[in-house]
């Protein structure tokens, strides 16, 4: 078989990155001093935009930095849930480690699950379905909607649910929470 050769492959890694200029909090900022050139509320960095879902509507201006923030909000309770919900405990399995039993919740999960519950009863079942996929777990909209109507829809209803995340949790247009009277 002299006249079969190998095809040669070539393998190219392209990540699936788009980055963007946009304006962050400024970790190192100190409210103790005046807001300057050398002390800034916000600075520049770049951002994959292609990360989530809300990062892209955000980088694009589709939603305000409040909406940013419930999102946010959103997603670090559905982590701390464990993503769909807390799992059940295994009760009969010996602890292996010399530690002794673990608690099967913790309180940051007792607490993340009330505030989601608190959520789906702002939502309602279908919005808080969309925002679970989209904020909670990460799906594009183009994963969960075939056509242009369907993307559309998805997106209405997953910004008008963050709009009542943001006002259920006391954030303002800016992104700052509201102070408590």
Do not use: C
Not at 8 to 20: D, H, I, N
Not at 32 to 50: F, W
Not at 90 to 117: C, F
């Amino acid at each position: 078989m002299a006249g079969k050769r190998k095809q040669k492959v070539e393998l190219v890694w392209r990540p699936k990155t788009t980055l963007a200029n946009v304006y962050v909090d400024n970790p190192f900022h100190s409210r103790a001093h005046d807001a300057a050139e050398t002390n800034p509320v916000k600075i520049k960095a770049q951002v994959n935009i292609k990360e989530s879902a809300i990062a892209t509507l955000a980088a694009r201006g589709h939603i305000n930095e409040a909406q940013v923030r419930a999102a946010d909000r959103f997603r670090s309770l559905w982590e701390a849930m464990g993503g769909a919900g807390a799992g059940s405990f295994d009760y009969s399995r010996e602890p292996v480690d010399g530690g002794g039993p673990r608690e099967p919740l913790t309180e940051r999960q007792i607490r993340a699950g009330l505030e989601l519950k608190m959520a789906r009863e702002a939502l309602g079942n279908r919005a808080y379905g969309i925002m679970s996929k989209i904020a909670g777990e990460g799906y594009a909209i183009q994963e969960l909607a075939t056509s242009h109507r369907e993307r559309t829809t998805l997106t209405d209803y997953l910004k008008d649910g963050l709009d009542e995340l943001a006002r259920s949790w006391g954030y303002e247009n800016r992104g700052t929470q509201r102070k408590s009277a």
